[in-house]
């Protein structure tokens, strides 16, 4: 662990709210989580306190955040190389948070894009204050590991950028305490669209079940989405993601889960014909998604060997966090408790 104190810090988070991980979430992130590792003095996290922000079952929430866990390791997030930790363990993102909120404008958290998206589809009395603050406590998650660098799909950039102004904000108002982070978007797949309509990303609460590729889904099940997948009504087998959104996707899911270029599926796939291409990557897909699905079976099957990892996780978080939080509360000249 000694040669983690010269490597740059990532801090990336994924909220346990939808049971399986979809496709989009593999690819825009939690595959550069893994990569990272190995580069990166790394802290990754569920971040079980965004996911209240829309109302959750206690139980299924719960089991949820398990099967969040137990994803993340199946994906090849190793507890050696890295910090798996749950937000709620660490009670600093939710203290931190607050102490942002006091320093975010109300304008400012206004013009959160996903923020208005979904609250224009919730309805104004539906909506929580906890949705409204959600890009504050990601900039909490973020500032308080002093991370470099957050790897996330493109979806987030903005949450990014609400983070590094918040940080520069706090430094010039009470001094250098925070590291500015930097968003790490790999262009390729920072935006995974859907399957039966590929101009918008794939995402649980946008999509249809059949735009959807659930890493946990029965295999077979999978190959079927693949192979119905909106392309168009051309045949030609090229990657233009403005004019032949569907195939540009299908190539791009095809090269990041084999490791081949897309210039050399263009080839490959030269005047076949876009059925020998969904075939091609419908068994890509199950064999991926296959083996996936054992490991995660394998960590729920064992819940002590799960939470022993979560409880390392959370003390080496906390003892990062509690130290960047100490500082925060003495910059802003809180009288400090005496014990
Ligand atoms: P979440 O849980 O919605 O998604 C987890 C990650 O998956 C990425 N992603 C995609 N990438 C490409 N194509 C898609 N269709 C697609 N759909 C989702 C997301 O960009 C994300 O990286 N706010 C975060 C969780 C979070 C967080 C943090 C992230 C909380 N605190 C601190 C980074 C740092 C979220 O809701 O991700």
Redesign the pocket.
Known sequence: MDMAIERPRV?????P??GS??????????RQWVAQQETHDAFY?V?DL?AVTVPQDPAEFRSNTRLAVAQLLAAGLDPERCTLFV?SHVPEHAQLGWLLNCLTGFGEASRMTQFKDKSAKQGVERTTVGLFT??V??AA??LLYQ?DQ???????RQ??ELTRDLAERFNSRYGEIFTVPEAFILKE??????LQDPVV???KSASTPKGIIDLLDEPKASAKKIKSAVTDTDTVIRFDEEHKPGVSNLLTIYASLTGTGIPELEQRYEGKGYGALKTDLAEVVVEWVTPFRERTRGYLDDPETLDSILAKGAEKARAVAAETLAQAYDRMGFLAAKH
């Open positions: 801090l990336s988070g994924i909220q709210t939808s991980f979809h496709l989009g979430n593999y690819l825009g992130a939690v996290m971040a965004h937000q959600y890009p406590l990601m998650d973020i991370s957050v790897p996330v799909g493109g979806d987030q949450h990014l797949t920072a935006r995974i669209v859907d990303k794939m995402s």
